[in-house]
């Protein structure tokens, strides 16, 4: 097993715990996750959808990423999500909003949305080297 | 050997999976907990009032919670982290007397 192959290894098995805890952790505690998307600055209509659709992708992309058919598209669409994620945190960091909400659950609640900024900013790296060494394969 | 290799993400994910149900526990408390904007009105949030349709817990740069467990910043234990402030957004939310 080449350095290669270890780095993939290493990416791919962090990015389905990560998936799989944080989507099946949503579902379990559906209220308290659902109460935290209600309260962020986007209106309640799309908080709803938000709070369904979530978890389920999560999920979704760490079956995707078990797979070795699917794994390509499970890392791009972790690249896809994570983009999403790390730019909202990004702009309620910077107050790009009328309002800095809390997270009031789980982890934005604990890291800060500094932190969890970088955090994301992070995971999103890690997504992108798997797609590029995936892709050399 | 090989075929453990390629079942190693598929563990990964049951042993994630695993850990999700063993430290995750939905919300179930029935205890009514009580925010306010002045002090003055204290609101019961109660089972039924829901965050982001009822109320919001904003980030605040006083040093205050957003819910107490009783009508009383200094008596009533704070609920949730400091810096955090109550906003009304549903005026039928029951109040204290």
Known sequence: MNLRQIIESIILWLLIVMWTYTGISKLIDFASFRGAILNQPFPNEIGEYVSLVVPIIEVALALLLIGIRTRILGFVGSVALMSVFTTYVGLVWVGSFERIPCGCAGVIERLGWQAHFILNLFVLNLAMIGIMITKRK | ?97
């Open chain 2, 1 to 97: 050997m090989n075929n453990l290799k390629k079942r190693i993400p598929l563990l990964t994910f049951v042993l994630a999976a695993v850990f999700a149900f063993a430290f995750t526990q939905p919300k179930t408390s029935s205890m009514d907990v009580f925010g306010t904007e002045d002090e003055i009105t204290w609101y019961i949030i109660d089972e039924d009032a829901t965050l982001g349709v009822d109320y919001r817990c904003d980030q605040s740069i006083e040093p205050i919670h957003c819910l107490y467990e009783a009508p009383d910043r200094t008596t009533g234990n704070p609920v949730g982290p400091i810096e955090r402030e109550f906003v009304l957004l549903n005026p039928n939310l029951p109040t204290v007397d």
